[in-house]
């Protein structure tokens, strides 16, 4: 028989799982802010702003990604990649914004640009580098004045309006502290459902993603894998 889970838990499933793999111990924040305000600098030839990574987690970032660059290195194939999630926190309560992975190897076989160099390569910088189709550097031209119309989409146009109180702006101000966590997968590292055992970095992202936008729905900003919302159809 199909066991059924109800919303309390599911909601362990996943409260269990930041526990265990210490998210909310191993966090930082997101941007370099204060008092909600946000940080940016010039970027690239054209000098454009983009939103400021914080100092706590380019050091994360820089810390997780050598463990896979070293494991790599060494052959040792302990790692699959990188599990990351971006989060606001509500009475204790994790809730995700957005989820995401940075795998080990690349589409050419060898170690992924996202990756590689990691101390120096701020433009992919395990998917939230500085450059257009990255994280901040899309979030970045949705955010503030000054990019190129056709470097703004949908998807970050969406994450714009969830994080801060208005866009385009030149001073981007948070709605609330934006939380960031990043950890250096196993492959043999048992994930979200503990029954399922040693679970796949990509599998991970699929359940974690599946999980979080049964419980979080409403803040949730992945698309991929999850169940459209009447606004998106």
Wanted: hydrophobic share 35%; aromatic share 12%; glycine share 6%.
């Amino acid at each position: 028989m199909t066991k059924i889970l109800d919303y309390s838990q599911k909601l362990k499933l996943w409260t269990d799982f930041c526990d265990d793999n210490g998210v909310l111990q191993k966090s930082v924040p997101l941007f370099s802010q204060q008092d909600m305000r946000v940080e940016t600098q010039p970027y690239g030839l054209d000098h454009r702003l983009i939103l400021k990574r914080s100092e706590e987690m380019e050091a994360l970032v820089i810390e997780q990604a050598e463990e896979v660059i070293n494991d790599y290195k060494h052959e040792m194939q302990i790692y699959d990649g990188l599990i990351y999630m971006m989060y606001w926190l509500d009475q204790g309560i994790i809730q995700p914004l957005y989820i995401g992975k940075a795998e080990k190897i690349g589409r050419k076989g060898g170690l992924s640009i996202n990756i590689a160099n990691i101390r120096h390569n701020k433009s992919n910088f395990c998917r939230w580098g500085s450059n257009y189709q990255y994280h901040i550097g899309d979030l970045s031209a949705a955010t503030i004045f000054g990019h190129n119309p056709k470097n703004v989409n949908r998807k970050y146009l969406q994450w714009a309006e969830k994080l801060f109180l208005d866009h385009p702006t030149f001073e981007p101000v948070l709605r609330q502290p934006t939380f960031f966590w990043m950890k250096a997968w196993p492959r043999r590292k048992i994930g979200i459902w503990k029954e399922y055992g040693i679970t796949s970095l990509t599998f991970l992202e699929y359940l974690l993603i599946g999980v979080a936008s049964d419980i979080f729905p409403t803040y949730l900003l992945n698309t991929e894998g999850v169940n459209r919302r009447s606004s998106e159809i």
